[in-house]
């Protein structure tokens, strides 16, 4: 079956850097889409980036210029750069898989920014 497992969260000051993992098994890989949604308590979760199968990437306006997403394919695994954290990117961090007629979520990584 499809899993995911997000990792690399943790505490960062503001202005601060992290780099979240997605590991992902049980499905053509190379052939998903890939991205990264994130939620806050109380708030829907909100889309942050994505990757298609064939590179293109799409960004929320709130994270233009300091998020890169990127995959490997060989590794299985995508990738989302943080940069120039702000308290605002506090939030836990899920990645997402779509497939032809699935869509499936990891179990989440905490980020907290705060000094």
């Known amino acids: 079956q499809v899993q995911l497992v997000e990792s690399g969260g943790g505490l960062v000051q503001p202005g601060g850097s992290l780099r979240l993992s997605c590991a992902a098994s049980?499905?053509?890989?190379?052939?998903?889409?890939m991205g990264w949604y994130r939620q806050v308590p109380g708030k829907q979760r909100e889309f942050v980036a994505s990757i298609r199968s064939g590179g293109s990437t799409t960004y929320a306006d709130s994270v233009k210029g300091r998020f890169t997403i990127s995959r490997d394919n060989a590794k299985n695994t995508v990738y989302l750069q943080m940069a120039s954290l702000k308290l605002v990117d506090t939030a836990v961090y899920y990645c997402?898989?779509?497939?032809?007629?699935?869509?499936?979520w990891g179990q989440g990584t905490q980020v907290t920014v705060s000094s």
């Open positions: 997402n898989a779509v497939g032809p007629s699935w869509n499936s």
């Open positions: 049980g499905f053509i890989f190379s052939t998903a889409a």
